[in-house]
Each structure stands twice: as structure tokens, then as C-alpha cells.
């Protein structure tokens, strides 16, 4: 009887799989709506209702730096039809910036795939006198904390503290509450230089209101070809991009794990969705659930070390 049992339910999850999804698919954006995990979650909510056949209802949920979405993803019933977007923020960075979180950042979700990956673009007030990064450089070690740079969050405050850490200057990192703010405050000549989204960047770096310097990512980014990376330009080795993917909560079956990924996975082929995400400076990316996984533990120690370092900490 036992083994008749077992091979009961091993037939009923594969078909309990091939069925799903039989209802609408809540996407819990962790995040307020108008931002990039926003904007992923509506493009690929649109072409997975499109090929589901079922509704694909995003619920913003913004608050205590995505900690507020978060927690209720993790408790959600794991039967794949609560999802959430998570990024290195919510799933790298908060692990060791919050001294307690509701959750387990691992054992609490089953990671389904990145949707995308955008890098930073280092911009400074066109007054500044370094037209290149490595002239930053100088600059900063010859005027130790004179320099400031703006962050809009926790990504990109963390991205200055890793570059601070690893060419070895004193720069005053000032908090915003939010990348517009962090970049206003830049062109209005207030503060020095910041880590922004390419996207936001770029037009006021076309304008003349500010001088782009580098590229955080490990390719040079298809909106600002002409803008060097960091890597390439003075530190080698250096690379942070904000990544976004979808996760589901831990116990989620892997057949149907496996079915998002794979719909998922399609989406990010299409044209459209390339074309989109593109023009925002997105990089469409696709892993397995255990690629993505991998990545979540190799981001938490990344960060947990960055964290530690700059004495960073939210409690």
C-alpha cells in the first residue's frame, strides 16, 4: 500500500503541473509602482497572462526597503500562485544590513529565475575637475572627505562603499530617499558625484548636466556605448549591477517551479520584451531555478562582506 501511495503522488505532481496555473497568479512587487522591479514584473505579468490564459495581478507592496513585499511572499501558501520580484537588495544587501529579518533570505523562497540586470552609471557635477574616473580618483586621494556622493538606496550606497574599499579613498556617502533626489542633488551642484540607473542618468548626462564617467557592469552598456566601464577605465575586477528575478515561496513544487521558469523563459525571447527592456538599460537575462539560486549565496556573501566593511546598518 505504501508504494502505491508514493506512486500515487508522484503522477499527481507532474499533473498538477501540466494544469497550473487554473487561477490568477498573484506577482508581489516588493517595491512602490513606476520602478524597475514594477516595470519587469507588468512586461513579463503581460506576456505570462497572454500565454496562461489566466489573469496576472501585480501587488505593489513598498515599504521598510522591500522588507515589507518580502515577508509576505515568504509567507504565502507554496502552491505557485503568490510570485514575488526580488532583486540584490532584497535578497543580497538586506541579509546583513538588517541586524533581524522576518524571514530566511534562502530557506524561506525558491528562486525561479533573473529577468534582468541593470549596472550603474558613476556620474559627477560637470564642475568637477576629473573628466575621467581615474581623475576622480586623484581627486578624492588628494581632498580625503571632500568629495561627496549621493545614494538613492542601499544598491547603490553599498556600490560606493565597494569602489571606496577597493581604490582606497575617503568619500562622504550622503543618503536619499530615492535615485531621483540622490541625482537632483548632483546636478544642482550640492553634492559631487553618485551611483545612478544608466537609464535615469543618461539623459541629463546628454543635456550637460552631467558627466558620465563609468559603467558599473562588466560590458558597457548598449545605451551609453561610449561611456568606458569601471573595470576598463580604473579597477579592474570591479563590477555591480542590480539584478531583479522571481521567486517563489519555499515548498513550491519543482514541477511547477520548473513550468514559470520555463514560460519565463520564453517571454524574455520575445522581441518586444527585448526591445523594452533595452530602451530602460535592462540586460534580459534567464537562468535555471539553480542558477539562480547559486547566485543568491554568492550575492549575500558579497555583500555581507561590503556591509561589515563600511559599518553600514538599517535595524
Known sequence: MKRILLAALAIA???AAQTYPAKPVRVIVPFA???PSDLLARTFGQKLAAMWGQPVVIDNRAGANGVLGTEAAAKSAPDGYTLSIGSN???GINASLYARLPYDTVKDFAPVTRLAQVPFLIVAHPSLPARTLK???QLARTRPGQVSCSSGGSPSQLAAELFK??????????????????????????????????????PHVRAGRLRGLAVTGLNRSPVAPE????????????????WYGLFAPAGTSAAI??????????????????????AQAFEPLADTPEQFAALVSTEIAKWAKVVKDSGARVE
Open 13 to 15: 505532481l507532474p499533473a
Open 33 to 35: 509602482p513606476g520602478g
Open 89 to 91: 537588495g532584497t535578497h
Open 135 to 137: 581623475d576622480l580618483v
Open 165 to 202: 574599499s577597493m581604490v582606497r579613498i575617503d568619500v562622504l556617502v550622503v543618503p536619499y530617499k530615492g535615485a531621483a533626489p540622490a541625482v537632483t542633488e548632483v546636478i544642482g551642484g550640492q553634492i559631487s558625484m553618485t551611483f545612478a540607473g544608466v537609464a535615469l542618468a543618461m
Open 227 to 242: 561611456i568606458p566601464t569601471v573595470d576598463e577605465a580604473a579597477v579592474p575586477g570591479f563590477e555591480v549591477s542590480t
Open 257 to 278: 517551479v520548473d513550468r514559470i521558469n520555463q514560460a519565463v523563459v520564453k517571454s524574455a525571447q520575445l522581441e518586444d520584451v527585448r526591445a523594452r527592456l533595452t
